[in-house]
């Protein structure tokens, strides 16, 4: 491997020096994402970079990725760093590819319904351009102010509007790549084609980084809708919520977005902004279409609510409720972090996932809310989240909340989202044997195990010596357990709530 200052030379004769970071603020700053990790990881893991670089072409993203046959260094891509297990955190250092200086709308197709974006750009500045054309996105990923085109492709993400419009991924018509060899490829065809033969958009939806770097992506647009309303529904208990949930599936009616969020949300959320809603079991339903068709949608979704047991609140609660759909976390503020449960599971068993969730939250005693939304007709994205100091050694174990989260979706026919560094484990429960084929197809497109290399298929130290370079999958498994055991035997649930009261709090 070659010397980090001649790697630091050619980055800079390749970039410019602005554009080639090697100080300690930002290497620290991108050494974690939005996940919390316990400080112990740092035994294991490199997560610092050795050089934050920020490339603003297809081809400088090729350069850089040559220039690691060169100087022997990993690279992780990075969008937003809004992503939940540290996917997009280096292992064992190396150059780290911020993509957010590529964040142009780049060609805009009213006719064919398409536009053409640099991956770095945020849905949110996609959404705000097209709805300025006349013009919407079909899919609205939940992170949208910081997650990026690439990242939340790359994070196989699930958004806002695909229970009327269909899953994010039928939106991406075809990606620019950089392969690991530096060469560039387009992954399938930019018109409304169907699906031709050699299409190979899906590959690197969901492959977090590890296939090739995402550089530009044609996507599906929709007309901007004459109208959207939100309703918001408090139900007795998150039981009647669910039933709801699931009656608006059997009924067929498919407005814009259904979520539920629990009372214990509201109430974190309050603690950190008074003038929160009044903590409720509460559904919220979305609708868009034309003036007329919209209140037709919500006669039909208040009918529902009401055989429900669910009483519709102020229509200001509600609008409340929407504007702030973005902002899923503040409660991290009460815990200095938190961890997220991001899983889908079937709408048939969404009554009982979200039982068995309040079952596990009781049992590991975590201060945790269940937020849930419908993501199509079968499936239900169900997202605890639990709150953890990440500065404290029994912070940690609350990683063993979200890891019997995972056992559970995929013990009632789901999966976890989401495998970064942490919870490659799951790749084998969900795929079985076949997950030797995702191996494979890392080795057909990155033999050189160049990018984001050591993660999602297998775990790599930050030692590159024989026996000590890897996790097997089983023993991080078997760790998250005995977190999980060690959570269990806490004698009492974290009093982050009333430590932050105590403070004087919101
Ligand atoms: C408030 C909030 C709400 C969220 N809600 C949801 C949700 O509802 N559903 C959901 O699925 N997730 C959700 N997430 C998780 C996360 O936001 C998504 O996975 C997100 O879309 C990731 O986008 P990003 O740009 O931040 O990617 P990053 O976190 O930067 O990266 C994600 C992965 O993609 C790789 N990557 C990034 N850019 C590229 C690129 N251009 N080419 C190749 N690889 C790349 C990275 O290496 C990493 O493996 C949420 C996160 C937050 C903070």
Redesign the pocket.
Known sequence: MASLDYAHRRLVNTLGPERVARGELERMVYSH??AALPKLVLAQWRLYPDFVVLPQTTEEVSQVVRLSDETGLPI?????????FG??VPNRGGVLID?RKMSKVIAFDAENRTATVE??A??AAVEGYLRSKGFALPVV???AP??????????????YGSFRHGPLRAHVLDLE?VLPDGSVMRTGDARESGGAFADLTAA?FG?????????KAVLRIRPKPEESKAAAYAFPDLASGAAFLTRIVETGETPFHVALIDREHLTFERAVRAETPDPADIAIVTFEGTKDEIPLQEKAIDALAAAGNGTKLASEVAADLWARR????GARRLSRGLV?S?NLVPVARLGEAIARTQALIRRHKVNAAIQV?LVDSTTA?L?PYALMDDTTLSGGTTLGFVKKMGDLAIEIGGHP??L?LLMVFNLRKMHGRATGSMGAVKQVFDPGRK??AG?TIEVWTKFNWPLINVIPPPFMEFGLNVAAALRRAKPFRDRFLKAYERQGGA
């Open positions: 994402d939005f992780t891509p990075r969008g937003g760093g809004t992503g939940m996917a997009s993509l991956a770095g945020t849905w990923p939940a992170a910081a997650s990026t085109v690439g990242g939340a492709i790359n994070g196989g993400g699930v958004g790549v690197f492959a977090e980084g590890t296939l090739g770097i995402v550089t973005h902002i899923r976390y997220v991001s939304a994205a997202s989202i989401g970064g990018v984001n993660k």
